[in-house]
């Protein structure tokens, strides 16, 4: 993020972003004053340009995340599968049609369970990138006017009323009973009452009332600010950056079946063997206990117990815990997040904390 004031003295020296840079804790005048800010006219068409050009369009860059063929074969990345890919094989090879169509049918259908729930959470977290998509009611050459929120820079000024979505980060300088939804960025279930007064350098996001950010809901009254950060750089853009950089990690459920899918598949392969020795001891054909071990051994041993039975019984209950999670506003990811302990490292968020 670039500090923004002195960006606007040379623009051609952008600079990270500095934490002492905190717009809740200035007064307005300072505030303006860092801003290059005019309060009454607003920003001159000759230095709207040159803002734009430092600081780009106010638009939240869109992640490319793996592409689908890709997630779809991720699906398959199981100890067992490989398990029952390989009865499928077997099946295949004795003319046992039937069986082979049952074991894929199952294995297929878990995999599509899951792709569908993962696109779902990709889709909802592409949609972060459109929380900024809007028009907007700024004042510039003294006028006011209505323009597309993408043509936001910092250090315009911006009117909000009631029904309007924030457009970007703004610093508030004139407020008449303003409330704002910001259950999407902290988690607040309640709206928050806005004011102009500076507030503690330290203060949390959700206690920065002089500040309203990019994507959360305007309910009540009216308000006039000044824009301090756009696109990547608001809240909403760090948080769709943080979900996009986030590593993947396996939730205790998820680890717990991956080591229940382990000791299983050892569990069958030794039961297997030891079946295939016992009947070559007695003497059986090896042939004839290798088609027996194949079919399932009369379902007491191989895969048709054990192995797709987890698969189904295992990995359905969980898609369906993330399609309820998602009716209810969750954001998922790959391993589905809904058996997350507060020890894991992930992106969280609490009723009154930033994320």
Not at 309 to 331: N, Y
Request: proline letters at 4%; charged letters at 20%; one cysteine or more.
């Amino acid at each position: 993020m670039k500090v923004v004031s002195s960006v606007l003295r040379d623009p051609h020296t952008p600079q990270q972003f500095d934490p002492a840079y905190r717009w809740h804790h200035y007064e307005i005048a300072g505030v303006l004053e860092l801003l290059r800010a005019n309060d009454d006219v607003g920003l001159s068409a000759k230095e709207i340009e040159r803002r734009r050009l430092v600081f780009g369009e106010n638009v939240v860059t869109a992640r490319s995340g793996k592409p689908a063929w890709w997630r779809f074969l991720l699906q398959f990345h199981q100890p067992l599968l490989y398990l029952l890919f390989a009865a499928v094989g077997v099946t295949l090879w004795m003319h046992e049609w039937v069986d082979a169509a049952v074991i894929f049918g199952v294995v297929a259908i878990n995999a599509i369970m899951g792709f569908l729930q993962e696109s779902k959470a990709q889709k909802a977290v592409e949609a972060l990138s459109q929380l900024i998509a809007t028009e907007t009611t700024v004042k510039r050459h003294g006028k006011r006017m209505r323009i597309l929120a993408s043509e936001l820079v910092p250090g315009d000024l911006v009117h909000l009323q009631s029904g309007d979505r924030v457009p970007a980060d703004i610093r508030l300088i004139r407020v008449n009973g303003l409330q704002v939804d910001e259950s999407a960025l902290t988690g607040e279930s309640l709206v928050v009452d806005k004011h102009a007064r500076p507030v503690r350098f330290d203060a949390p996001l959700a206690e920065r009332a002089n500040q309203a950010f990019a994507g959360t809901h305007v309910t009540y009254g009216t308000a006039e600010g000044v824009v301090w950060s756009t696109g990547d750089c608001t809240e909403t853009g760090r948080i769709a950056s943080m979900i996009a950089e986030a590593a993947e990690i396996a939730t205790p459920l998820t680890k717990k079946m991956a080591v229940m899918s382990r000791m299983l598949l050892w569990a069958i392969l030794a039961l297997s063997a030891l079946a295939f020795y016992a009947g070559v001891s007695r003497g059986e054909p090896a042939s004839a206990m290798f088609l027996s071990l194949a079919r399932g051994g009369d379902n007491r041993i191989g895969h048709r117990r054990v192995a797709y039975g987890k698969t189904s019984c295992g990995d359905s209950p969980i898609a369906s815990g993330r399609s309820s999670r998602q009716r209810h506003g969750g954001l998922l990811g790959q391993n589905g997040d809904i058996d997350r302990k507060p020890d894991d490292r992930a992106a969280c968020m609490g009723r009154r904390t930033n994320l």
